[in-house]
């Protein structure tokens, strides 16, 4: 039996029920600009932890925050 876990939708790893995991808190908005684009954010440090970006704009996961960032 392997350790990894199947890859989800936009190549996001799943928990061992299935359920989709969670980007961490304490990735960096600039690690996330590698993977979504420099326009990921924009106006926000590169340093600041995804947690930090989550509660200063009212999401409340990654995923919110990109489908409201398109808006």
Same mark, same amino acid.
Do not use: H, W
């Given at each position: 039996?392997?350790?990894?876990?199947? &890859?989800? #939708?936009?190549? *996001?790893?799943?928990?061992?029920? $299935?359920?989709? @995991? *969670? =980007?961490?808190?304490? &990735?960096?908005?600039? &690690?996330? *600009?590698?993977?979504? $684009?420099? /326009?990921?954010?924009? $106006?926000? *440090?590169?340093?600041? @932890? #995804?947690? &930090? #970006? #989550?509660?200063?704009? $009212?999401?409340?996961?990654?995923?919110?925050?990109? =489908? /409201?960032?398109? =808006?």
């Amino acid at each position: 039996m392997s350790n990894q876990s199947e &890859t989800g #939708l936009d190549d *996001r790893c799943r928990d061992a029920d $299935g359920e989709i @995991r *969670r =980007k961490r808190g304490d &990735t960096l908005v600039g &690690t996330l *600009r590698d993977e979504y $684009g420099p /326009n990921f954010a924009p $106006g926000v *440090r590169s340093d600041m @932890r #995804l947690d &930090t #970006l #989550l509660d200063r704009t $009212g999401a409340a996961s990654l995923s919110d925050f990109l =489908k /409201n960032q398109n =808006k």
